[in-house]
């Protein structure tokens, strides 16, 4: 099915177009919801409930963005919502993750190339896992944000607009988010394999 | 520039929005500190390795019994 026709079905509410988005995109969204809330159950019912908001939304599918971009952007706001509403622990301060300065403004550490190019390290599953579960301890602030910027490849401003907070604040969060990775990573990747 | 200094415009470095002196600043910077030059690398290696992690888990496909599911679910969906 094309593009064309897939936004004719629709916005008509086609059963079988519904059903072609389901598997053509389906995948695609369970992956961004397992991210984002680290929890298969979450990440079943937050595909779902994308699917619904989507198909309630047909209406106002406008066509100037991909069907694959809207879902996507879906899926996010359903997995943020199931975020909010889950029971908030008190989120660990990011501070000991962050690198740490002498008063004349020298790093306290010597940092040294890692022992090899990422994409080598990441070829190995183990690595890979590593570097995810890392993401997965980052503070739920920065974590989603990193995913959003880094992984689901939103723009700070189209951040800023779905976690409702200010492009500045998705900038500090994005580096401060980064530098607390780096800090989690590091370990995995500075020796040789493993 | 300090370290502590600079390693408050690596996103900006990095993301290519550095004003132009700034950008100077900091590249002088790095051309005698090894250590940030290193960091500066990591930062970098950060952003890549949480990409390759992350998409080399993406699932191309729903399971079976999610997609009857959500095709359930919609199916009750009111059509008008
Ligand atoms: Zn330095």
């Known amino acids: 099915m094309t593009e064309g026709a897939l936004i004719e079905g629709l916005r008509s ?81 990011i501070e000991s993750y962050l690198p740490r300065f002498l008063p004349d403004g020298h790093h306290t550490q010597q940092y040294a190339s890692w022992a090899e190019p990422v994409d080598v390290a990441l070829g190995r599953k183990a690595t890979a896992e590593r570097v995810r579960s890392a993401i997965e301890t980052l503070p739920e602030t920065y974590r989603t944000v990193v995913l959003l910027r880094d992984i689901e490849g939103f723009t700070t401003a189209e951040t800023a607009e779905i976690v409702k907070t200010t492009p500045n604040a998705v900038k500090i969060r994005l580096h401060r988010g980064r530098l607390a990775l780096r800090t989690l990573i590091a370990p995995h990747l500075a020796g040789a394999a493993t | 520039m300090n370290c502590r200094e600079i390693s408050e415009f690596l996103m900006d470095y990095v993301g290519n929005t550095l004003d132009q002196d700034v950008q100077q600043t900091f590249q002088a910077h790095l051309t005698q500190c090894t250590n940030c030059y290193e960091y500066l690398s990591q930062y970098r290696e950060t952003i890549k390795a949480g990409q390759l992690a ?8 729903l399971p079976d019994d999610l997609v009857r599911a959500v095709l359930a679910a919609l199916s009750k969906e009111p059509r008008t």
Not at chain 1, 16 to 36: I, N, P, W
Not at chain 1, 42 to 50: G, K, N, Y
Not at chain 2, 54 to 61: A, L, N
Request: hydrophobic share 35%; charged share 35%.
């Open chain 2, 54 to 61: 992350c998409h080399d888990d993406d699932v191309s496909e």
């Open chain 1, 13 to 93: 509410g086609d059963e079988h177009v519904f059903e072609t988005l389901v598997r053509t995109y389906g995948g695609r969204l369970l992956s961004v919801a397992r991210r984002m809330l680290n929890n298969e159950e979450d990440a079943r019912d937050a595909v779902q409930d994308a699917f619904i908001n989507a198909f309630r939304a047909r209406a106002t599918f406008k066509g100037e963005a991909k069907i694959s971009t809207w879902l996507h952007s879906i899926v996010v706001n359903t997995s943020l919502m199931k975020l909010r509403t889950r029971k908030r622990k008190a989120e660990e301060p």
